[in-house]
Nanobody, 121 residues
Framework: QVELAESGGGSAQAGDSLRLSCILS????????MGWLRQAPGKECEFVAG????????YYGDAVKGRFTVSRDRTKNTMYLQMNSLKPEDTAVYYC??????????????RGKGTQVTVFS
């Protein structure tokens, strides 16, 4: 059983920064890749970033490349998403996800409840 808990969402002005965190609680010894998805009202789910279990492989969605940075601390079972130069179009619910490999789409086996990020212009 995998449980994911996001934190760090909130409101920001355009150009500001926010950092999201996600703690993975699991009762197996699988090595999980982790990632972030987001979904804005009326829009389809969007892949934001993914990081392998080792941290050596990292992928970003085109919309966030150069602005967002994903990282993880395996000793704390925690993944982070540093979001810089925020734009109003980054407004969405952000979901932490986990799976046995990175999926550059929205089809991950495990998903947290999400955290709202709102960016004002």
């Amino acid at each position: 059983q995998v449980e994911l808990a996001e934190s760090g969402g909130g409101s920001a002005q355009a150009g500001d920064s926010l950092r999201l965190s996600c703690i993975l609680s699991e009762h197996t010894f699988n090595a999980y890749a982790m990632g972030w998805l987001r979904q804005a009202p009326g829009k389809e789910c969007e892949f934001v970033a993914g990081i392998s279990w080792s941290g050596e492989s990292i992928y970003y969605g085109d919309a966030v490349k150069g602005r967002f940075t994903v990282s993880r601390d395996r000793t704390k079972n925690t993944m982070y998403l540093q979001m810089n130069s925020l734009k109003p179009e980054d407004t969405a619910v952000y979901y932490c996800v986990a799976d046995t490999a990175i999926v550059e789409e929205c089809f991950w086996d495990n998903r947290g409840k999400g955290t709202q990020v709102t960016v004002f212009s």
